[in-house]
């Protein structure tokens, strides 16, 4: 049985936009790594059930950028694409859907802003609200330079939480139908923790959130009532006497709530955890990924084999993934994938 990803990329060497890679679940094997479509820097991707891709775009004339989205229909074998929305400046770190509301999401790392686009009936997107962080900014130099939204997507129960590396803080919005976002909280991190993405784990009312400045993973309780998260644990998940520049980034929490996976980018590994009843977190694995810069990762549909895109040495790898111990192992690496940022399942 065959299984298809989408690639997200940089674009700036060799890349040339969004890739499909297949996994052959049989073999434990990646077999095909397809261009799909043109894109500026298509970093992240994201697939609604209308079977269209939103996807980042940046794009340069005449020396000025402009950066937003181009949107896919894939209901087609070929692409077709409907839209470009497009605004001065750069492009934003991440994009989602919210189904349920008919929205789109963006956080924008370089220009400080969340921004709400109203899906049409043609997949096509108008803007329905922006938010802009101002709060002060952590002491890491790269947090000097302002506010820095790295994710926005939904809680469990369909708030928007934004996660921002410069300001140290996760915030809370409450999203109306037409897209217009209400302030309901915030959660302070360590000074320097560099907020990143999150997942949540419902039955157990907690989120996990990784820091990309300082390779930790906190336990957040999130109390749905009240729309607030509580620090409940920081754990550290590269060897505390690394010295060279680490910059977590992906997090994954297996379908069983058991495991919870963080790739990173400098010692290049993945560290798996293994998580309590409570969502306290046990370090039991961490596994070199056998490329350089792995940015993200992501699993077969029954969890049983784990893709990793390397940005800066072109390569994907492959590994099996055991569901009772939570611990992968290398099945596969050095297959050819153009400066992979994010992996999306098909």
Partial sequence: MTEEFYIGTYTK?????????????????????????SAGSPTYIAKSKAQRLYVINKKETDGQTEGGLIIYDMSDKKPRAIQ???????????VSVDEARQLVYTANYHTGKVTVYKIAADGSL??????????????????????????ANLTPDGRLVVCDLGTDRVYLYDVADDGKLSA????????????????????????YLVGELSSNVA???????????????????????????????????????????????????????????DGTLTEIQRIATEGDFPRDFNWTADESLVLVVHQKSDNASLFKRDAETGKLTLAQKDFMVPEGVSVLPA
């Fill in 13 to 37: 060497r060799i890349s040339r936009g969004i890739y499909q890679v297949s996994v052959d679940k049989d073999a434990a094997k990646l077999t095909n790594c397809e261009w799909l479509a």
């Fill in 219 to 277: 336990t957040l309780t999130y109390d749905e009532q009240a729309g607030k998260f509580t620090v409940k644990q920081i754990t550290h998940v590269i060897p505390d006497d690394w010295t060279a520049h680490n910059g977590s980034a992906a997090i994954r929490l297996s379908s069983d709530g058991r495991f919870v996976y963080v790739s990173n980018r400098g010692n290049n590994s993945i560290t798996v955890l293994k998580t309590a009843d």
């Fill in 126 to 151: 108008t803007q329905a609200d922006e938010i802009t962080d101002t709060d002060p900014v952590g002491p890491a130099p790269e947090q000097a330079d302002g506010p820095h939204p790295h994710y």
């Fill in 184 to 207: 309901v909280s915030h959660v302070d991190l360590p000074a320097g923790y560099g907020p990143r993405h999150i997942v949540f784990d419902a039955p157990k009312s907690v989120a």
């Fill in 84 to 94: 470009q929305v497009l605004n001065p400046g750069s492009s934003p770190a991440y």
